[in-house]
């Protein structure tokens, strides 16, 4: 079945530090999301990437999809204590259901 | 607008019992999912349905049935609760075009 793997697992930066998360796919998907859990909270739908080589940018956060569409990244930028949270990439192959990443957690030291 | 509610929150089973989780959402999607959440195992889907009346196994079906009998309500159920089960459950819902998917709020499940 499909596979979506993310790294690193975890991650510990200095505030002001930048920050990326990488997602591969073991298969091309039609597109990739994006989505971010805080601490005790549920996912949040961040992002949607559909086309070969996207890239699209919310404020300090950065999303490329690749050129095979089977991989992915999220950048940010100067990071903050609001971007605590473990950040998780899924892959669409068919429109029905979502293959979720195993996430990056990202913690940020003041 | 309530979005996507999960009923109830928390619960303690001894192993063996049975439960019913509940999911509601209101904003009339069409297709609904349960995941469960491990530390370091991220959302592995468990049963999901494309509309009203329709259901499909997901990546870690065993031990779990659905139920969709109301568009707005998904139900998630365990017969025999097992230590396993131990988790965080949540319900999504999404819908087209773009099929982002809405969390609920979780329910985190023990089996002792």
């Known amino acids: 079945g499909q596979q979506v793997m993310q790294i690193p697992q975890y991650q510990h930066v200095q505030e002001g530090e930048d920050f990326t998360t990488y997602c591969n796919s073991s298969?091309?998907?039609?597109?990739i999301q994006w989505y971010k859990q805080r601490p005790g909270g549920h996912p949040v739908f961040l992002i949607q990437l559909v086309k070969s080589g996207e890239v699209k940018k919310q404020k300090r956060l950065t999303f490329q999809f690749g050129e095979a569409k089977k991989n992915s990244s999220l950048h940010i930028t100067a990071t903050q204590t609001t971007d605590v949270g473990t950040y998780f990439c899924a892959g669409h192959t068919g429109r029905r259901a979502l293959t979720f990443g195993s996430g990056t957690r990202l913690q940020v030291q003041p | 607008n309530a979005g996507v509610t999960q009923t109830p929150k928390f619960r303690v089973l001894k192993t063996g019992q049975s439960m019913t989780l509940l999911c509601a959402q209101d904003?009339?999607?069409?297709?609904m999912y349960w995941y469960r959440q491990d530390p370091g195992m991220g959302l592995r889907l468990i049963h999901y349905?494309?509309?009203?009346?329709?259901?499909a196994k997901g990546e870690v079906p065993d031990g779990y049935n659905v139920s969709r009998l109301k568009k707005q309500n998904f139900l998630l159920g365990l017969e025999s609760a097992a230590p396993s089960q131990t988790s965080v459950y949540f319900c999504a819902s999404s819908t087209a075009p773009r099929y982002e998917q809405y969390f609920g709020p979780g329910t985190r499940l023990t089996v002792t």
């Open positions: 349905s494309v509309g009203e009346g329709t259901t």
């Open positions: 904003m009339n999607h069409e297709y």
């Open positions: 298969t091309t998907l039609s597109n």
